[in-house]
């Protein structure tokens, strides 16, 4: 039977798989709960994207915060990735995961000084500089150091929120990026700024995006802000498109990746920038539909007004229902012939917003393991130790082979940098 989502996660029989793996011989062999990601999903997931860029110059910088594990990332630095990264912590991942600096693009609206220096040393390829503040501290740090920091400026396009209200962070009034209306003048003060080369554009406005109209909406105005730019001889030699392509976790029909991408470059074709770079910083799109968190039925716990299935991963372990009210798909590992049951399918941890799903129908017995589907992006790169619980442990899967690429998290891990007070 096929699941929403990716074709990577699918029944064989009454069994849940990923790829060719029984989700409850691993949730056996490794204990709950556990994230297991297939590597043939991510990987088809990056090839659309290249296999649309492909006979033009471009990268695909993967936006790590996405899904961090080191196993992850070394699959996409492996695939000819670049990454998106938004902190110190991040480079540091991406560099033991093999990724090769002079493809990484630093994001993000508060770069320290020490994380600047840190990416000036590795190496890496663009800062994406939010504002006219944060390019002033980087050319200081850049001169100190004796380095070139190149950059581009992320512009703020502001696209109508009225004909797509769920983008985010592409609006007047976010915190991110420079608005369109100073972008000329800040990237004219970038020029005249020691230890500054600019190389390129970006922009990033929102995630989950469902439709190609905002980002051709988007792109429009970028590619006025190039030709505006361009004519004061400031030279762009990048377009960064950002990231923010959805996904299906229940009915949602995003454009594919390639169909989106060949929209675009076609405008781009169109409006003579066809030259130039192309990167894009695809995070939720490359993994969401991977992964799975699989979870143990605790209790089942019949009420008057609700029923409740108690499972062993909670809103620590994945917090997007919690935090964002979002919807996401759960399903039996075993499928049994029994009536299902509606339950909110909830977890451990002693808050009213700890819940994974409400009003779920189930056929599922205490002992017996559920998967939450779509959960290889934003789930386990958001964990926390909330409740002192320890973080689940993650599988990779190819084919029928599965590796453990994080350890469970053990109690004595979890306060081993706390210090007790002398004489307490
Ligand atoms: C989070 C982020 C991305 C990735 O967004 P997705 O919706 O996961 O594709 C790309 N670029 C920047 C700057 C981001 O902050």
Known sequence: MTLPGSPHVAYRGDTLHVEDCALPDLAARHGTPLYVYSRASMLAAVGAYQRALAGRDHLVCYAMKANSNIAVLQTFAQAGCGFDIVSGGELARALAAGAEPGKIVFSGVGKTRAEMRQALDAGVMCFNVESEAE?????DVATQAGRTARISLR???????????????????????????????VYRH???????EVVGIDCHIGSQITEST????????????????ESHGV???????????GITYTDEQPPSADVLV?????????????HRKIL????????GNAGVLVSEVLYLKPGEEKNFC???????DLMRPAMYQAWMNIVACRQSGDQPVTYDVVGPVCESGDWLGRDRPLAVKAGEHIAVLSAGAYSMSMASNYNTRGRAAEVLVSGSQSWLIRDREQPSELFRGEHLVPGG
Do not use: C, Q, W
């Open 310 to 316: 108690i499972v062993d991963a909670a809103m620590n």
């Open 214 to 229: 905002p980002y051709l909406d988007a792109l429009d105005r970028m590619l006025d802000l190039v030709e505006a730019v």
């Open 262 to 274: 060949a929209a675009l470059l076609k405008r781009i074709d169109e409006r003579g920038h066809g």
């Open 155 to 185: 512009v703020n396009p502001d696209v109508d929120a009225g004909t797509h209200p769920y983008i985010s962070t592409g609006l007047k009034g976010n915190k991110f990026g420079v608005a369109h209306a100073d972008a000329v003048k």
């Open 235 to 245: 030279r762009l030699h990048h377009l960064d498109l950002g990231g923010g392509l």
């Open 190 to 196: 970038a020029a005249s700024l020691p230890g500054i």
């Open 135 to 139: 390019l002033d501290v980087l050319s």
């Open 280 to 287: 894009f910083e695809p995070g939720r799109s490359l993994v």
